[in-house]
């Protein structure tokens, strides 16, 4: 933004310290003509002679003017010095600042002292760069990833279609058949990725939803997965309404049920889902059996593309974004997304909500 130029802080407190300090001298100097030399008699016996008044208001008048000069050059250089002091955090903010808008986002202020206004807003300012920075690398992360995953299907399909024109006498079933499971993981990923964008931006219209009937349709779709991975699905709890986009919410209960039922024990596995609602919140909690999961390995479930590689089947390892997903979608309703290994085996994933009204939508 184009701004006329102007006085800087520091001289507009320079000034400001000066004039305070010279409308207090004025304020004493009157207050002693007020209520002591204005009631002097003309003339006034002291040791050794006369004291005449004029003489002395003329010697006040002069004496006063002197003061007043000595005040001014002390308000304006005391006042330099003093905004100087007390402007030196704010400059460093400022440079941390101008660091930070050049694309340095490591640079911290780290404003010593004790706590006050200035400091306060440096350690504000640090903890947001060190949010941005951390931030700023997830989404370099995260487009890495997705390029690499991306340029996946489509080097695989340029192979088939290399091997193919070399050889025409090639099976022509094979290689479509081939090339339909590489385009369909290329649409998968794609929208999953658009899916991944659209919940970040949050631009999706708030409706009255109840978690429970997500869970139930979810159980209802996946049904057949389950089956096929000889998985059984218990679903319980109570109504849990919240606000929010009845789509994605239904994604998040389908991607955590998709989850729980693929990353399960051979067979003979079970998943548990389970609706509730608390004091302002609703919450939806998936557990599934399966093998055991290390603390370690389970803050990086939720990153983009990361698989869990020996717990993920091969014919339904999806795209690596259905947790990622969950959490953007949880994060974009406002709530709180929790991962937790079972000591039987197997994980706990817990979505807590803000609640809604079930009659009012509020």
């Known amino acids: 933004m184009d701004r006329a130029p102007g006085l800087s802080v520091r001289v507009k407190l320079t000034l400001s310290y000066a004039g305070f300090l010279m409308l207090a001298g004025v304020l004493l100097l009157a207050a002693m003509w007020i209520f002591v030399l204005r009631h002097l008699p003309a003339y006034t016996s002291v040791p050794g002679g006369v004291l005449v008044r004029s003489f002395l208001l003329r010697d006040f008048a002069s004496a006063a003017g002197a003061v007043l000069l000595f005040l001014l050059v002390f308000g304006l250089v005391g006042g330099w010095v003093l905004a100087g002091r007390m402007l030196a955090p704010l400059n460093r903010i400022t440079h941390a600042t101008r660091t930070a808008a050049s694309g340095s986002l490591s640079h911290r ?6 706590q006050d206004e200035f400091r306060e807003l440096a350690d504000a300012f640090d903890t947001m760069l060190a949010q941005l920075e951390a931030h700023v690398a997830e989404q370099q992360r995260f487009a890495a990833n997705a390029s690499h995953e991306l340029r996946t299907p489509l080097a695989v399909s340029k192979s088939l279609l290399d091997v193919a024109r070399a050889d025409p ?3 022509g079933d094979e290689l479509v058949h081939r090339l339909h499971a590489v385009n369909t993981r290329a649409i998968d990923l794609t929208e999953a990725l658009l899916l991944l964008s659209r919940a970040g931006r949050r631009s999706f219209t708030r409706e009255h939803v109840d978690l429970s009937l997500a869970a139930e349709e979810a159980a209802e779709t996946l049904l057949p997965l389950a089956e096929k991975h000889g998985v059984t699905v218990d679903t ?3 109504i849990a309404p919240t606000l929010g986009s009845p789509a994605l919410l239904l994604q998040l209960a389908t991607n955590l049920l998709h989850n729980a039922i693929v990353h399960n024990l ?6 548990w889902i389970h609706t509730g609602a608390g004091p302002g919140t609703v919450v939806l909690t998936v557990e599934n059996t399966g093998e055991q999961v290390s603390p370690q390995l389970v803050p990086t479930l939720t990153e983009p593309f990361r698989r869990g590689t020996e717990r993920v089947h091969t014919d339904q390892a999806g795209v690596g974004l259905g947790l990622t997903i969950v959490k953007t979608i949880t994060q974009a309703h406002d709530g709180t997304l929790t991962l937790a290994p079972r000591s039987a ?3 706990r994933i817990t979505v807590e909500l803000p609640a809604a009204s079930p009659h009012t939508g509020r």
């Open 236 to 238: 319980s709890g109570d």
């Open 345 to 347: 085996g197997g994980m």
């Open 169 to 171: 006498s090639r099976a």
């Open 109 to 114: 202020v780290r404003l010593p002292g004790r």
């Open 266 to 271: 051979p067979e003979g596995g079970t998943v």
